[in-house]
């Protein structure tokens, strides 16, 4: 099979896996909202409307007296399923722990494990991600992971029994797209687990390339929380993830190096006279 | 805090201290107790 064949098989699998299903519970949207960034909890709420996501992530931090508004009430009165993630955490340790300090905030065993290795980039420890994964899974947790594009991690935190992959795109909030499309579609080529394109989506665009690559998902925060018009980004973010994944289903045209003409050549009128 | 704790969570040296048992923990001087709640956050 030629290069551009075994791409397009491996999209159309991918248009063919259906729902958007984890651990055996199916998500009505394939958006799935980050919480942070937001400049206040009524443009968090306007936000989660206008994006229709079903599952929203939270951190975990000391309790603040003095926090205006609570985020779980508002996020319990959207009728969002909570996803806590483990933001901040550079150990596995950590992470473990914070992630069960979650489950007995919220009453959810699901966990979007972040162990991060590097504060300036915030781009995921392999090792101790995989560490913790492993430690999630046997504690009962449905584990989320947070990953770097790397295939082969993926398929460590697939052998461990993570729910999902959640591979980057690029950088936490750096807005910078998917830097390696090669590797994401190899991720989605090698794994029957949901894929949820984490990091990186900087605009509508994006959200639809990753959906369009065979993503089952996306999770956007600041790319919707920080721009100009959160609102009016989260409806151009939704519009973006349903029209990528239409266009998978659709099964888009190869590319080809030269023009294939789509107006027919047969009949064509002789009008440059004599003959 | 909120009513029954709901998004509430506690750990003591570490370890989670579920919620059920928060009323018979003791709490050994010196002993790091740490007390979380949701924030917004990605």
Redesign the interface.
Known sequence: MSAQAHIAHAQAEAAARGPFVIAGRELRSRLVL?????SSLEL?SAAIEACGAELV????????PS?RG???DV?DAAGVE?L??T?GCFTARDAV?TA???R???GTDWVKLEVIGDERTLLPDAVELVLAAEQLVADGFVVLPYTTDDPVLARRLEDVGCAAVMPLGSP??SGMGIANPYNLALIREQTDLPVILD?GVGTASDAALAMEHGCDGV?C??AISRAQDPVAMARAIRGAVDAGRLALEAGRIPRRRYAEASSPMHGLAELSGGG | ??AGG??????VD???V??AEWEATAIADGAAV?????????
């Open positions: 980050g919480t942070g960034g937001f968090l992530t939270v951190a975990l931090r000391r309790i603040d926090a609570s985020l779980v996020l909570l806590p993630n933001a722990t069960r300090l979650a007995e905030a919220f936490i909030g990091a999770l925060a600041s | 805090m909120p709901r998004g509430v969570a506690v750990a570490g370890e989670v579920p919620r740490e007390i979380v709640t949701a924030v917004a956050g990605g």
